[in-house]
């Protein structure tokens, strides 16, 4: 079992940066890949950022490539999105995800243990 617990979210002008935390319980952490998913008001949950067990692999959803960046310290048993020139369209509750497995994938349903979310409001 994984529990993971966000942190990081708030109210932010256009084009400033949030840095996401996800800490996981367990000392399993390592051997998951991770990743960041973000749910707007009224639409689908979409996957944002991952990274593989290793931290030696990420992928990004097209909208944020070049703005979002995902690592992990599997020492602290965290990952981290850092989220710069941040645009309203980015307003949403933002998740981070673990899945047994190598490297993360792009499905929801992929993933076995979800956070309870952090909103990030992002200004105009």
């Known amino acids: 079992q994984v529990q993971l617990v966000e942190s990081g979210g708030g109210l932010v002008q256009a084009g400033g940066s949030l840095r996401l935390s996800c800490t996981a319980s367990?000392?399993?952490?390592?051997?998951?890949?991770m990743g960041w998913f973000r749910q707007a008001p009224g639409k689908e949950r979409e996957f944002v950022a991952g990274i593989s067990w290793s931290g030696g692999s990420t992928s990004y959803a097209d909208s944020v490539k070049g703005r979002f960046t995902i690592s992990r310290t599997n020492a602290k048993n965290t990952v981290y999105l850092q989220m710069n020139t941040l645009k309203p369209e980015d307003t949403a509750v933002y998740y981070c995800?673990?899945?047994?497995?190598?490297?993360?994938?792009?499905?929801?349903?992929?993933?076995?243990?979800w956070g309870q979310g952090t909103q990030v409001t992002v200004s105009s």
């Open positions: 995800a673990a899945r047994g497995g190598t490297l993360p994938r792009f499905e929801t349903f992929s993933y076995d243990y």
């Open positions: 367990g000392r399993t952490f390592g051997s998951y890949a």
